[in-house]
């Protein structure tokens, strides 16, 4: 069936570098996708989404890129600070709908 | 900052009992949401609500769940007979308009069925 994964279920990185956190898709169908936050004892956090007639967007130290040839969605964050420690989870979905497909997550360590 | 929040934070129960997991959106939300995450696993949609009716409801939400704003402020899912499998942490939301990523979640509810 249809599937949203990830490909590293843990990254470390050291404070100040930038993370990359990859999840790939198999419904093509899907043009919408959404990245998540989740801290340890807390619900999931919106951080940004990006819809299938993109193939990136910015926020705030946080940029999401969509590989649509290749069924690929990244989040990439610069200068990763202490905070940014969380699991993170894509999900995708379509317009209209609120049946999201979430991620398995990667769970991002930043050393100090 | 306004927030969500579910109670009880922990809530155990025995197989076949009714449990009802309550949430309080945030005061000018309009759409509700409850999501579930079995540990280690995905987090599912269950079901969304607006104008004191469902507007979707994934395959998982059948007839052991129910939804229902009782009073304006709460937001409720009750599930009937549970099942082991039922144990997950259940997270309740809520947005203003019907765009769920401007949803604000809660801290959820870890349901485990014994």
């Known amino acids: 069936g249809e599937s949203v994964g990830l490909h590293l279920p843990t990254l470390s990185v050291q404070e100040g570098d930038n993370s990359i956190i990859n999840c790939a898709y198999s419904?093509?169908?899907?043009?919408?996708f959404i990245w998540y936050k989740q801290e340890s004892g807390k619900g999931p956090q919106f951080i940004i989404d990006?819809?299938?007639?993109?193939d990136k967007r910015q926020g705030q130290r946080v940029t999401v890129l969509l590989n649509k040839t290749v069924k690929h969605l990244s989040l990439q964050i610069a200068a990763t600070q202490p905070g940014d420690s969380a699991v993170y989870f894509c999900?995708?979905?379509?317009?209209?709908?609120?049946?999201?497909?979430f991620g398995t997550g990667t769970r991002l360590k930043v050393l100090a | 900052e306004p927030e969500v929040t579910q109670t009880p934070s922990h809530q155990v129960t025995q197989m076949g009992q009714e449990v009802i997991l309550r949430c309080v959106p945030i005061?000018?939300?309009?759409?509700f949401y409850w999501y579930r995450q079995i540990l280690g696993q995905k987090v599912e949609f269950l079901v969304s609500?607006?104008?004191?009716?469902?507007?979707?409801k994934s395959e998982i939400f059948d007839d052991q769940f129910s939804v229902e704003r009782p009073d304006g402020s709460n937001f409720t899912l009750k599930i009937r007979s549970t099942k082991l499998e039922d144990s997950a942490m259940y997270f309740c939301?809520?947005?203003?308009?019907?765009?769920?990523?401007?949803?604000?979640f809660g801290q959820g509810t870890r349901l485990t069925v014994v």
């Open positions: 939301a809520s947005s203003v308009t019907g765009d769920s990523t401007e949803a604000f």
């Open positions: 419904n093509s169908a899907s043009d919408y």
């Open positions: 990006i819809r299938s007639n993109m």
């Open positions: 609500f607006y104008n004191n009716e469902i507007s979707e």
């Open positions: 005061s000018n939300h309009l759409y």
């Open positions: 999900a995708e979905g379509g317009e209209g709908t609120y049946k999201y497909i």
